[in-house]
């Protein structure tokens, strides 16, 4: 039996004998001896401060100069939590003492599972919820038999409680059963899903349906939990993780529609536009970026979005609006796409061929095997007559060339040396 289910059993267990607080009853208000309360508030100090032994040791005495129940019932919760040996008899004590305190005998249900005496346990929470049925009761029970490993009954006194109170703990008490020892993992998932659509998350609901459905690799049902954290947490971990895993099954459109209404990660939103082509989508938001930020590098992809959003009908008006961004961005961003992309531009509208290989040789000085800025290089010797240079620098791209611009590109140079001999 894990260590987890031990810790509940304990902490069920001490429900109403809490070791933070003394229940103040009428009992307490009546002062037995002048130092009664000075004794109480150490007492409360040492136990908020995790000092049980000596918190004890003051229970102890106000108990044996007052006989007031509430002192003995700390006394006997503390010694039964820091696994004193006179434990057992304080809380039979206790039981014979104060018969109608039924904190004595849920102690003694704990006790006894601690010395390992399931059945006197069992026979002792039995007499107590047939006195109450009670989530408390019901609960023991269930932690009981959890450790008898009659998992069956565990799970049917867990069922009882959880449909007096829809308490998380119990909740994730019958998941366990159910998923680990049982065999339902539908049925445990079921569970928590009912819960955190109605209830919400919660605190451990929806982590427990990520470890479920992570364990299963089940994308789409780790999707769905993680929109119901967000929903609660909107916290950036919890959606970057939303967005890899739709990206993940290419679920563009999803992690798209995601990122546009959370406003998570505009940086992401972006280049899923620019994937997928959405040139004017991207233009706006850069533009909306870049006026929030004055940041250079988005000033730089409004220039590549309104080329590529207008490279089919170019107007002399626009090509010089993009060459205007382009050349703010280049002077002070010394960025190898931008100077490459500005550079280019210039070569292959006849603008200003000169300036534009003087940028590629810049860019290639920053990233020199690129073969991006090497065609564009051959492309700049060509327009200016050097066929021979051009095809110096493109004849090593080898016969695995795709692209269709560098493909007619080097057709053109070939032909320009056949046409000079």
Known sequence: MSRYYSLIVVLVLLVGCSTKEVVITNETTKKVFEEEDNLILQALDYQQNGDYVN???????????????????????LAFVLGDPDAHDLIVQGIKKYPDEKNFNRLLVG????????????KEILR?????????????AGNLYLQMKAYDL???YFE?????EQNEDILINIVELLNRFLGRKDDAIAYLETYANMEGCGNTVCYKLVEIYGRDRNVQGLIATYKKLYKEEQSEEIAKKIVELMLYIKDVKGATTFLEKTGFNQDMLLQIYATQKKFKEAYILAEKLYDESKNLDYLG?????????????????????ISRKFNEVTSLLKDPVYLNYYGYLLIDHDIDI????????????????????LDSLAWGLYKQGQCDEAYNIMKY??????EEEVIAHIEAIKKCLKEKK
């Open 55 to 77: 918190a004890r040791k003051i229970y102890h005495a106000l108990y044996e100069q007052s006989q007031k129940k509430v002192y003995l019932t700390e006394d006997a919760g």
């Open 111 to 122: 006790q006894l599972v601690k010395e390992k005496r399931y059945e006197e346990a069992e």
């Open 128 to 140: 107590l919820i047939e006195f109450n049925k009670s989530v408390q009761h019901l609960s023991i």
């Open 154 to 156: 565990a799970l049917k």
């Open 160 to 164: 009882s409680a959880y449909k007096q």
């Open 301 to 321: 992809k409004m220039a590549i979005y309104e080329y590529e959003l207008n490279k089919t009908k170019l107007a002399p008006e626009t090509l010089q609006s």
């Open 354 to 373: 000169a300036k534009g290989i003087a940028l590629v040789q810049e860019a290639l000085r920053l990233e020199p095997n690129s073969p991006y800025y």
């Open 397 to 402: 791209f080898g016969e695995h060339v795709m």
